[in-house]
């Protein structure tokens, strides 16, 4: 009796390690990474994507923009959308009299709020449908703090009393950012086009491709390493307030989808400044962003991932001073570059 019941253990033990390993091995948590060109927290056809123009100019000096906003993002459980994520931000422009240099560094957590109908809406609902889904409101919301830098350059035509006044010469600034942003996202406000097989050579969608979406955000900076005005006074202290942009882009199917137009406009509004800044960071502003880009590869109204190549012309005009970026006109001509791995 005894042998026999050695063996059985022997028997279920075998039994149940082989159940063990056959068992599937747990799925590996995920790490994302896009390229863009702006702080949002997800990529959509109507963002607009990180940008390099080099311009020669006959008699002086050539010139050059960047902007971009690369970021990476890392799954926090299994079976979840939480996410942590950096990002490196970058506005670089060496353009006489428009001069700017700003970088940031982010560190930040991402939770989508999904906003369900109600239980009346859903009893509706045939069996099996995708009507849930659709009506559905999706909210990826990033809470982030942000170490920023950004460099203060002469002014244009600055009066120097003596050499190396501070309106005369290069300063920098750091500030520390706080911020939490929420991206609203429903079914129907993207409507892109699709390939017909696999072969990738016929198109099926509608006449116009478009996306829409708005971004609102509440932050807080404060200033860490503070400029000296014209008068010799530092120019530090904190600003709170709200931004809030609205973007749309379309895409019409008789160039294939491969011409874009894309149009935002972004307005800041103080909730409180401190005395020195209300001088350089004005209670109310507001920017307009137009483009028309020609995409070279993979378009961005396509449901495929990757590499999105493209050449276009932006106009901007306005102020964002969270992005050091002083009330003015700009047009730049040059390459465009978006990314997402998944």
């Known amino acids: 009796m005894m042998t026999w019941a050695v063996g059985s253990c022997a028997i279920l033990s075998f039994v149940f390690a082989g159940a063990a390993a056959a068992q599937p091995p747990e799925d590996p948590l995920v790490t994302t990474w896009s390229l863009q060109g702006d702080e949002l927290p997800e990529q959509k056809p109507w963002t607009a994507p990180a940008s390099f123009a080099y311009t020669i100019n006959e008699g002086a000096a050539d010139s050059y923009a960047v902007d971009f906003a690369f970021r990476v993002d890392r799954q926090l459980r299994r079976r ?66 942000a170490l920023a830098s950004s460099t203060i350059f002469p002014e244009a035509g600055a009066v120097c009393p003596v050499p190396g006044a501070a309106q005369c010469r290069k300063q920098h600034k750091q500030s520390l950012r706080a911020m939490v942003t929420a991206q609203p996202y429903k079914f129907g406000w993207d409507r892109t086009f699709a390939y017909a097989d696999s072969s990738h050579k016929e198109l099926v969608g509608p006449a116009v491709a478009y996306s829409f979406g708005p971004v609102v955000s509440v932050f807080y900076d404060n200033i860490l390493d503070a400029k000296i005005g014209a008068d010799g006074t530092r120019i530090d202290g904190s600003v709170t307030g709200v931004k809030g942009i609205i973007g749309a882009a379309v895409s019409p199917r008789m160039f294939d989808y491969r011409l874009v137009l894309r149009a935002s406009v972004q307005g800041i509004q103080t909730l409180g400044r401190s005395q020195a800044r209300r001088g350089n960071f004005d209670d109310l502003t507001g920017l307009l962003k137009l483009s028309a880009d020609i995409e070279l590869g993979p378009r961005s109204f396509s449901a495929d991932k990757g590499w999105v190549p493209a050449f276009g012309v932006s106009y901007t005009r306005g102020e964002d001073p969270l992005a050091e970026q002083e009330k003015r006109k700009r047009w730049v001509i040059g390459f465009k570059l978006t990314y997402k791995s998944e």
Do not use: C, W
């Open 80 to 145: 979840s959308d939480d996410t942590m994520f950096v990002r490196v931000v970058g506005h670089k422009t060496n353009q006489e009299k428009k001069e700017k240099e700003a970088f940031a560094g982010e560190l930040g957590y991402q939770h989508i709020i999904v906003v369900r109908p109600s239980l009346a809406r859903r009893a509706s609902y045939s069996a099996g449908s995708s009507e849930l889904q659709r009506d559905s409101y999706f909210i990826p919301v990033d809470l982030s703090v």
